[in-house]
Structures are given as C-alpha cells and as structure tokens.
C-alpha cells in the first residue's frame, strides 16, 4: 500500500500560480503513474493530469493544457502539480491518486487540498 499526502494548496488571485506536491511512503516502486484529478462543489471529480512512475510520461486534461505542469522527483517519492494561469474555474478539491498497472483503476488517494482561485 502507498500512502498519499497532498500539500500547498490555499487562496490564490486569478492569473496566479500554485504548486501542489504530493509525497508518498509505502510501496511506491509498485506504482506505475500518479495522477491529480480535482473536484469543484457540486461536480463529479475530473482527471487533470498523470505522470508515470518510471518513464516520466505525462498527459493532461484539456482544459489545463499548457497551464498546469507535472512533475516528479524520485528521490522524495514526491510528484508536483505546478499550476499557473489560474482561473476561477480550477477552484476544487485537488486529490493525487495511483494506480499499479498500465490499464489499472487509480484506487489508492490522498486527502486532498483545497485550492481557490478568486479575487
């Protein structure tokens, strides 16, 4: 089991930027990709983005293409979520999440941070 521990989140005007890290403990040399997705009050929960584990491959949602940067550093079995250009519209609940194989489920979370973009 990996233990998930989501961190920076908070207030932020819009144009701003934040940097979401999530740092993992446990068996992390069994996941395959850790993935952000993030939930706005009365919305299903969306896929932003995943990076995986080994290869560093990244993929995004649409609507933070371009804005939103993924990363990882193996060393502190930290990934990061770098979010710039803002919008009101990124304000949720942000979750990182992991799954084990290629064409898994993502089913082990994080708690989550809040993250509001307003003026």
């Known amino acids: 089991q990996v233990q998930l521990v989501e961190s920076g989140g908070g207030l932020v005007q819009p144009g701003g930027s934040l940097r979401l890290s999530c740092a993992a403990s446990?068996?992390?040399?069994?996941?395959?990709?850790m993935a952000w997705f993030r939930q706005a009050p009365g919305k299903e929960r969306e896929f932003v983005g995943r990076?995986?584990?080994?290869?560093?491959?990244?993929a995004y949602a649409d609507s933070v293409e371009g804005r939103f940067t993924i990363s990882r550093d193996n060393a502190k079995n930290t990934v990061y979520l770098q979010m710039n250009s803002l919008k009101p519209e990124d304000t949720a609940v942000y979750y990182c999440?992991?799954?084990?194989?290629?064409?898994?489920?993502?089913?082990?979370w994080g708690q989550g941070t809040q993250v509001t973009v307003s003026s």
């Open positions: 999440a992991t799954k084990i194989y290629r064409f898994g489920i993502y089913n082990n």
């Open positions: 446990g068996r992390t040399f069994s996941t395959y990709a």
């Open positions: 990076i995986t584990w080994s290869g560093g491959d990244t």
